[in-house]
């Protein structure tokens, strides 16, 4: 079992927004801005779309942004676009010796 | 360009040892702040930390794995090795080392991955 907790699976059609949300406890999502979104094809390695609970990397397209609310953080992905399909992981600091938690994922289908 | 890339065994036997390389270039971990983490992802499942080394040779370990796990790097600062004792099936994952630095907790870099299965 995940320390985060991820909704199993979200769609959307391609040009509409979704969200995924990312539960935690305060020892690790809302005790820190350390929250980090990856996304996942089949196959390939995960790939860094959110760090610091909403801060893009180069590269990275701003139709995804992040947010955070008490002990839950959400990514949004706008204007959806076919290869946005993909699996979605949050991750969390968590201030112990087990310095980093996971979400269980969230696969994301745009029908 | 950074990149990473992992190297070892695609087969283990139950209770052997484990002994996988990352081999890494555009950065060295003699350089302030840099950190190499080794994260596991079992098929068609979550992504899991394992371990971290500092650039000054500190070391973070997963709890749960912890008498079992060592990583390490070579005097060259561009290999981080990870060994995992007393492998079991359950232990069959997808094995990524991942780039970051101290005091953040997001992995910017990611090597393409090994897959480990224990099986006899």
């Known amino acids: 079992q995940s320390a985060l907790t991820q909704p199993a699976s979200v769609s959307g059609s391609p040009g509409q927004s979704i969200t995924i949300s990312c539960t935690g406890t305060?020892?690790?999502?809302?005790?820190?801005?350390?929250v980090s979104w990856y996304q996942q094809h089949p196959g390939k390695a995960p790939k860094l779309m959110i760090f610091?609970?909403?801060n893009r990397p180069s590269g990275v397209s701003d139709r995804f942004s992040g947010s955070k609310s008490g002990d839950t953080a959400s990514l949004t992905i706008s204007g959806l676009q076919a290869e946005d399909e993909a699996d979605y992981y949050c991750?969390?600091?968590?201030?112990?010796?087990?310095?980093?938690?996971f979400g269980g994922g969230t696969k994301l289908t745009v029908l | 360009q950074v990149t990473l890339r992992e190297s070892g065994p695609a087969l283990v036997m139950p209770t052997q040892t484990l002994t996988l390389t990352c081999a890494f270039s555009g950065f060295s971990l003699s350089t302030n702040g840099m950190c190499v983490t080794w994260i596991r992802q079992p098929p068609g499942k979550a992504p899991e930390w394992l371990a971290r080394i500092d650039w000054d040779g500190d070391k973070y370990y997963n709890t749960s794995l912890r008498t079992r796990l060592t990583i390490s790097k070579d005097s060259s600062e561009r290999q981080v090795v990870l060994t995992m004792t007393n492998m079991h099936p359950v232990d069959t994952a997808t094995y990524y080392c991942?780039?970051?630095?101290?005091?953040?907790?997001?992995?910017?870099?990611w090597g393409q991955g090994a897959l480990v299965t224990v099986s006899s």
């Open positions: 610091d609970v909403g």
């Open positions: 991750s969390s600091y968590t201030g112990r010796s087990t310095l980093v938690v």
């Open positions: 991942a780039r970051n630095f101290y005091g953040k907790y997001y992995h910017d870099y």
């Open positions: 305060s020892s690790d999502v809302g005790g820190y801005n350390y």
